[in-house]
């Protein structure tokens, strides 16, 4: 069984200010995606991450892939209110049949 | 956006009836998930089906069936409800491309089980 761990489980904070969740486990991943739920609506992909190391930005985020591919940081510059939502990390497993698995994810929430 | 609905979009039920849940989509993708959101355990995978006539347990499978008789339609049916099967229930589906494919959600079915 994956153990899969996402941190900060709650985060409330004003606008502008900024944030990093995280994504964790022991276990090394092939590519690792990260989604965000709004609520009442499914969860829609903001980015994959494939390569140890790899930064990718969209935006005022940031998606970080740890080196040995088995964690993953967001960090959200001068956060604002329409980034609420649920902020969920799916890691594909190595040698996995190609499923997905989720974290229970981060509830963010941006007080104007 | 991509082409998914779900069907009902909410339903309440009693213990012990049968219900059926319907995922369309439009869009020709291979793939398709069942998952099921509870708080406190996210997004757990229940089935999914990778073709026609082809589908697999995933890690919370007890309880539910799945059958998919043609490209666009998975069906999740629950043969004997069970208040422990109160949740949101999310329909995915996907290319299928391995390591790299995204996963497009529907808008989710809330099921109660009295």
């Known amino acids: 069984t994956q153990l899969l761990e996402q941190s900060p489980q709650f985060l409330s904070i004003q606008e502008g200010e900024n944030l990093t969740v995280y994504c964790n486990s022991s276990s090394v991943f092939s590519s690792l995606q990260w989604y965000r739920q709004e609520p009442g609506e499914g969860p829609v992909l903001l980015v994959t991450?494939?390569?140890?190391?790899e930064v990718k930005k969209l935006k005022r985020l940031t998606f970080q892939f740890g080196d040995a591919r088995k964690d993953s940081s967001l960090h959200i510059t001068a956060a604002q209110p329409g980034d609420t939502g649920l902020y969920l990390c799916a890691p594909r497993p190595v040698g996995s049949q190609g499923n997905l698995i989720f974290g229970k994810g981060t509830k963010l929430s941006v007080k104007p | 956006d991509a082409g998914i609905t779900q069907s009902p979009r909410h339903k309440v039920t009693e213990t012990g009836t049968p219900v059926t849940l319907r995922c369309h989509q439009t869009?020709?993708?291979?793939?398709m998930y069942w998952y099921r959101q509870d708080p406190g355990h996210g997004l757990r995978l229940i089935h999914y089906s990778y073709g026609v006539k082809d589908t697999d347990k995933g890690e919370v499978s007890d309880g539910y069936s799945v059958s998919r008789s043609k490209t666009e339609d998975f069906l999740l049916t629950l043969e004997s409800a069970t208040s422990s099967q109160t949740s949101v229930y999310f329909c995915?589906?996907?290319?299928?491309?391995?390591?790299?494919?995204?996963?497009?959600f529907g808008p989710g079915t809330r099921l109660t089980v009295l």
């Open positions: 995915a589906i996907s290319g299928g491309l391995a390591g790299t494919d995204t996963q497009y």
């Open positions: 991450v494939v390569t140890g190391g």
């Open positions: 869009e020709n993708h291979r793939y």
